[in-house]
């Protein structure tokens, strides 16, 4: 009995920590269409934003992915 309490303890573990190693969102850079300034973010900004380009890593939208 005990064995087997051991056992569900540490399989419900390993369950519970495997969304741990997601990895992150990628960013992309968007370009606003009313007056063309740049942003860079994981999701669209707000209504009125085109995606440019992407996926990035960084937050500055230097490095592809």
């Known amino acids: 009995m005990m064995k087997s309490t ?6 419900l573990s390993a369950f519970l920590a495997f969304p741990a190693y997601a990895g992150n969102a990628p960013w992309y850079r968007w370009e606003s269409r009313i007056d063309g300034r740049l942003v860079c ?7 009125g934003w ?12 230097r490095r592809p992915r």
Do not use: S
């Open 6 to 11: 051991h056992l569900c303890v540490l399989a």
């Open 41 to 47: 973010a994981q999701t669209l900004p707000h209504e």
């Open 50 to 61: 085109k995606r440019l380009a992407g996926p990035f890593v960084d937050a500055a939208c």
